[in-house]
């Protein structure tokens, strides 16, 4: 089976300009959920989708938001960005057995460098 | 609020060597899961071991072993015989079991490196 895969791999972006990145979970993998890595705030949850709909959110301003399309596949949106958006956005996809928590497989990560 | 806790910012050992990395962590589920990850130079988080909070089972595979402590909250991991290719930042991760606490909460990491 193939992996978690997310496209752009690298980015490169400018004060005030908006970015969409894109995860592609594995088959069968009905949730999504994404994190921001820095070396000052380490790991940090941004959302979870499943079924197209966002279950989990957290802390981040409004200006992260995100989505998911009916074949798990999503998308994370950045807008208005800033120097300390700069970091790592890694996805990581689920298989959902009901009652129970899974394990998360996460893909390469998206580096975005704001400049 | 869930924590979990690396102390060991930075390890560096010798080839063949053993070293255990260490994980505390905090919750007031009493359903979670507890989980290692290997972060080399590439980025992608790899994913090593998932635990149940109502298994305290340790386990072994290959190199790898795990020591699952409820009474310290500690879930320790640890490498026999290191190689160079072990080098990578290892993350011990905690979620819950419903609602918002299936996220994963990371610890800040341990850098291992493994010297020749």
């Known amino acids: 089976k193939a992996g978690v895969t997310q496209t752009p791999r690298y980015l490169i972006k400018t004060r005030g300009q908006q970015v969409t990145l894109s995860c592609s979970p594995i088959?069968?993998?009905?949730?999504v959920s994404w994190y921001q890595q820095t070396p000052g705030q380490g790991l940090q949850f941004l959302f979870e989708?499943?079924?197209?709909?966002?279950?989990n959110k957290g802390n981040f301003p409004g200006r992260f938001s995100g989505r998911q399309f009916s074949n798990s596949r999503s998308e994370m949106n950045v807008s208005t960005l800033e120097l300390g958006d700069s970091a790592l956005y890694l996805c990581?996809?689920?298989?959902?057995?009901?009652?129970?928590?899974?394990?998360?497989?996460f893909g390469p990560g998206t580096r975005l460098t704001v400049l | 609020a869930q924590k979990v806790t690396q102390a060991q910012t930075e390890i560096s050992v010798v080839e063949k060597e053993d070293v255990t990395l260490d994980c505390v962590y905090e919750t007031r589920d009493t359903t979670y899961y507890l989980f290692w990850y290997k972060q080399p130079p590439s980025g992608e988080l790899v994913f090593l071991i998932r635990?149940?909070?109502?298994?305290?089972q340790n386990e072994i595979s290959g190199r790898y072993s795990w020591n699952f402590q409820k009474s310290t909250s500690s879930f320790n991991f640890t490498i026999t015989a290191s190689q160079v290719v072990d080098s990578a930042v290892y993350f011990c991760?905690?979620?819950?079991?419903?609602?918002?606490?299936?996220?994963?909460?990371f610890g800040s990491g341990t850098q291992l490196t493994v010297l020749p």
């Open positions: 635990r149940n909070s109502f298994d305290e």
């Open positions: 088959s069968g993998h009905r949730s």
């Open positions: 991760a905690l979620s819950g079991s419903s609602g918002s606490a299936r996220q994963l909460t």
């Open positions: 990581a996809s689920s298989l959902v057995a009901s009652g129970m928590t899974d394990t998360q497989y």
């Open positions: 989708y499943f079924s197209e709909t966002q279950r």
